[in-house]
């Protein structure tokens, strides 16, 4: 019996390994081939010590999602944080972004949303990335794998979701308030350049301005007065809504600046309106119970 036992959990250890390492390559290395060449001048990276920092697997409805996971490395439960990918998917500055969120105390994960699409992390061709990958995600799937993703934190035995946050960037920042319509746990979120109006289609049948009167958590909202693909006339729709609404949202919009400020490793970056950024959202998460 103790050499069956000692087999049993040896075969177990290997398909541990092996389905890590399956996760693991679903998640792209580095960054997105779309965004190079990286601004190597900018970027920043956070190092994990004092971190436990990795590719995990969220049991979803149909399949483990691999998720990028980063939390403190000691004992005891931690606030969560979700980090919504943009674009390019769970790449080199949205796992840097968990470990920020990590550093300050939080349990923050990144699912790969479009696990089921397919893989953007070798594409070129941002147009491409939004017709073959990124048009078919449905905003209902997403819903579902958020859901999944708190329900890990929960059973994990690390995550607090009592005090669930989410933040997203980019593609992210919409998903950040239809989240924030969907989730009865969700404490607070916050949307950075997120789309707010659009065309209903299938897969997005609402966008963020038709689920306002919706709203469960209060959203910070932080935009680029800017940027050419969310005119700030968009910005001051979705502000009049929430007073409308009597939902609990405020908006930040930064003169001068474009599209993704926050991505270091892009030539949008603007580190005044991304340092403003990131203190305003620990500030909204505290405020709101996410600590």
């Known amino acids: 019996m103790d050499g069956f036992e000692n087999d049993r959990r040896s075969l177990r250890a290997k398909l541990d390994v092996d389905r890590r390492e399956m996760l693991a390559a679903s998640l792209s290395v580095g960054f997105a081939a779309a965004v190079h060449p990286v601004a190597a001048q900018t970027v920043v990276h ?59 105390g939080y349990m923050a994960i990144a699912p790969e949303l479009y696990v089921r699409q397919g893989s953007v992390a070798d594409q070129t061709d941002i147009q491409k990335i939004i017709a073959e990958v990124v048009s078919k995600v449905p905003d209902a799937q997403v819903m579902s794998d958020l859901d999944a993703t708190v329900a890990y934190a929960k059973n994990s035995g690390h995550g607090d979701a009592s005090k669930l946050g989410i933040a997203g960037f980019c593609w992210g920042g919409r998903i950040v308030w239809l989240y924030a319509a969907h989730s009865s746990e969700l404490k607070a979120g916050v949307a950075w350049y997120g789309k707010l109006v659009g065309d209903a289609s299938a897969n997005t049948p609402r966008h963020p301005i038709d689920v306002v009167a919706e709203l469960r958590a209060p959203v910070l909202g932080l935009y680029g007065g800017a940027d050419q693909g969310i005119p700030v006339d968009t910005v001051e729709r979705m502000r009049a809504a929430c007073k409308a609404a009597t939902r609990e949202c405020e908006f930040i919009v930064y003169p001068d600046t474009p599209h993704a400020f926050n991505a270091d490793y892009r030539p949008s970056f603007r580190p005044e309106a991304a340092k403003d950024g990131w203190a305003r959202m620990l500030a909204w998460f505290h405020a709101h119970g996410v600590v």
Do not use: W
């Open 46 to 104: 956070t190092n994990s010590e004092g971190l436990e920092a990795g590719v995990v697997g969220i049991p979803a409805a149909d399949r483990d999602v691999p998720a990028y996971r980063a939390m403190p490395a000691k004992p005891g439960t931690f606030p969560v944080v979700i980090v919504v990918q943009e674009i390019f998917g769970v790449h080199e500055h949205i796992r840097d972004l968990c470990r920020r969120l990590a550093k300050q």
